[in-house]
């Protein structure tokens, strides 16, 4: 299952375009791994049991493996509530974070849709508001004018964003009602940190591609089977856009649960946590960096620039790939290193062969990620706190995000267990990743006591 998950970290976040380069370099994402969901059984008891006899519609064969004990309560309530938080950070993206300050941004400096608004124009607004969407900054927009509605765009989604659009002298013209997170965007980005099922419902509706979970009323935690595998769930409110309410629903299997359980309910935190933060960082040299990877081995500029060793070709070529995604790339022609361009601290590497007329000509290595998109994702999605070691024999600190001068106590952080710093409580554990282009590269991550 793990597998599977990995392979499907497809989101990438956008930002406005007055961040700083290393915040734009920090957006590889979030991450995070695309949703394996299926039918889910109908009728749930008012405390979430299982109804007899309400199998799972048109299941697959029996699974192979015996069934999965009953985790313990405490362990499963301590999983569910630590990934439901981190589901929480997720949603919130929607609602306050520096990708809906780039969506507010856009619409607030769009002279296109400001002309369009002023003349009345529901055409022109409609143009403007594509191009908008275009940018990838946003899914949904809609403008209204009075009771006039210039401008309807997107799908379903969550987490609407309000807001006014104001005339060249700074007078209100229109409202808008915008929105970062379709529906199955959130799925998406969502599912895969829980290595469980996430399902999205409004009442008795299925949203965004999620499973059906029969008709009427839902106990919002509970118990259930799928082609008999036995699952823990709970659920949260969120915001429908553009109005309206929905649940999210995080599903667990058993034996998935079992495998995090600590003998206490913060050692099943923690365990569960880094599964998260691994998650993250294997992501990084997965479907997305592969992605780029086939985009660089097709750019005819740098493949020319190889075929001849061209140096400053390579790099001109290079610089116009770093605008997507790309936070490094290092070339190689006839077995020497011809260009490198990029950030100081990069993570996860991925190579690849050069190959033009159906001969290799060189070799790649590039990089989706820096340290500091790591870093911000961990904190942003998880509530983490990231120190990164270069060479671990002599271990220099090369990124953290406990402050501008966290002082040489940090030099020595264990590399798992109970660490104390400035009066709070932590616990920590290490994710051995690989710098660019090559070598060791040690994360500490630590968890903040008592997690929330």
Same mark, same amino acid.
């Given at each position: 299952?793990?597998?599977?998950?990995?392979?499907?970290?497809?989101?990438?976040?956008?930002?406005?375009?007055?961040?700083?380069?290393?915040?734009?370099?920090?957006?590889?994402?979030?991450?995070?791994?695309?949703?394996?969901?299926?039918?889910?059984?109908?009728?749930?008891?008012?405390?979430?049991?299982?109804?007899?006899?309400?199998?799972?519609?048109?299941?697959?064969?029996?699974?192979?493996?015996?069934?999965?004990?009953?985790?313990?309560?405490?362990?499963?309530?301590?999983?569910?509530?630590?990934?439901?938080?981190?589901?929480?950070?997720?949603?919130?993206?929607?609602?306050?974070?520096?990708?809906?300050?780039?969506?507010?941004?856009?619409?607030?400096?769009?002279?296109?849709?400001?002309?369009?608004?002023?003349?009345?124009?529901?055409?022109?607004?409609?143009?403007?508001?594509?191009?908008?969407?275009?940018?990838?900054?946003?899914?949904?927009?809609?403008?209204?004018?009075?009771?006039?509605?210039?401008?309807?765009?997107?799908?379903?989604?969550?987490?609407?964003?309000?807001?006014?659009?104001?005339?060249?002298?700074?007078?209100?013209?229109?409202?808008?009602?915008?929105?970062?997170?379709?529906?199955?965007?959130?799925?998406?980005?969502?599912?895969?940190?829980?290595?469980?099922?996430?399902?999205?419902?409004?009442?008795?509706?299925?949203?965004?591609?999620?499973?059906?979970?029969?008709?009427?009323?839902?106990?919002?935690?509970?118990?259930?089977?799928?082609?008999?595998?036995?699952?823990?769930?709970?659920?949260?409110?969120?915001?429908?856009?553009?109005?309206?309410?929905?649940?999210?629903?995080?599903?667990?299997?058993?034996?998935? $649960?079992?495998?995090?359980?600590?003998?206490?309910?913060?050692?099943?935190?923690?365990?569960?946590?880094?599964?998260?933060?691994?998650?993250?960082?294997?992501?990084?040299?997965?479907?997305?960096?592969?992605?780029?990877?086939?985009?660089?081995?097709?750019?005819?500029?740098?493949?020319?620039?190889?075929?001849?060793?061209?140096?400053?070709?390579?790099?001109?070529?290079?610089?116009?790939?770093?605008?997507?995604?790309?936070?490094?790339?290092?070339?190689?022609?006839?077995?020497?290193?011809?260009?490198?361009?990029?950030?100081?601290?990069?993570?996860?590497?991925?190579?690849?062969?050069?190959?033009?007329?159906?001969?290799?000509?060189?070799?790649?290595?590039?990089?989706?990620?820096?340290?500091?998109?790591?870093?911000?994702?961990?904190?942003?999605?998880?509530?983490?706190?990231?120190?990164?070691?270069?060479?671990?024999?002599?271990?220099?600190?090369?990124?953290?995000?406990?402050?501008?001068?966290?002082?040489?106590?940090?030099?020595?952080?264990?590399?798992?267990?109970?660490?104390?710093?400035?009066?709070?409580?932590?616990?920590?554990?290490?994710?051995?990743?690989?710098?660019?282009?090559?070598?060791?590269?040690? $994360?500490?991550?630590?968890?903040?006591?008592?997690?929330?």
């Amino acid at each position: 299952m793990v597998a599977n998950v990995k392979k499907a970290l497809l989101v990438r976040w956008f930002w406005a375009p007055a961040a700083r380069a290393s915040a734009r370099r920090a957006t590889s994402a979030r991450a995070l791994l695309a949703v394996a969901l299926a039918a889910v059984l109908v009728g749930v008891t008012a405390c979430g049991t299982t109804q007899p006899g309400n199998s799972m519609a048109g299941s697959a064969a029996a699974d192979p493996d015996p069934p999965a004990a009953t985790p313990p309560a405490a362990c499963s309530t301590a999983v569910l509530d630590t990934l439901t938080s981190v589901l929480g950070r997720v949603y919130r993206e929607g609602v306050d974070s520096e990708r809906t300050f780039s969506a507010q941004f856009l619409i607030a400096h769009s002279r296109a849709l400001r002309a369009a608004v002023e003349s009345g124009s529901a055409s022109a607004a409609r143009a403007a508001a594509h191009a908008l969407l275009a940018t990838g900054h946003m899914t949904n927009l809609l403008v209204t004018r009075g009771a006039k509605t210039l401008v309807d765009l997107g799908g379903p989604a969550l987490a609407p964003l309000q807001g006014t659009i104001v005339g060249a002298h700074g007078q209100p013209i229109a409202s808008y009602v915008t929105s970062v997170w379709a529906d199955n965007g959130f799925l998406t980005e969502s599912g895969g940190i829980t290595e469980g099922l996430v399902a999205l419902r409004a009442g008795s509706r299925n949203l965004g591609g999620s499973p059906s979970l029969g008709v009427g009323a839902i106990a919002r935690e509970g118990t259930l089977k799928r082609a008999s595998v036995a699952y823990r769930y709970t659920s949260f409110a969120v915001h429908s856009y553009p109005a309206g309410s929905a649940r999210v629903y995080l599903l667990m299997p058993y034996s998935t $649960i079992n495998k995090l359980c600590g003998s206490t309910p913060a050692d099943t935190a923690v365990n569960t946590l880094r599964g998260v933060a691994n998650l993250i960082y294997t992501a990084e040299s997965g479907h997305r960096a592969q992605a780029q990877v086939r985009r660089v081995q097709r750019n005819r500029p740098l493949l020319e620039a190889v075929t001849h060793h061209n140096a400053q070709a390579a790099r001109l070529a290079i610089d116009a790939l770093l605008n997507q995604h790309i936070v490094r790339v290092r070339v190689n022609a006839g077995g020497q290193l011809l260009s490198d361009v990029g950030g100081p601290y990069v993570l996860a590497p991925v190579s690849a062969s050069l190959r033009q007329h159906g001969q290799t000509i060189g070799s790649l290595e590039l990089s989706i990620q820096d340290d500091e998109g790591y870093l911000r994702l961990a904190r942003r999605l998880a509530g983490l706190d990231v120190l990164m070691y270069m060479n671990p024999s002599h271990p220099q600190l090369v990124k953290d995000s406990l402050g501008p001068a966290p002082g040489p106590a940090l030099a020595a952080v264990p590399a798992q267990g109970a660490f104390n710093y400035k009066g709070r409580a932590y616990r920590v554990f290490t994710i051995n990743a690989q710098a660019f282009p090559s070598g060791p590269l040690v $994360i500490r991550v630590l968890v903040p006591l008592p997690y929330r």
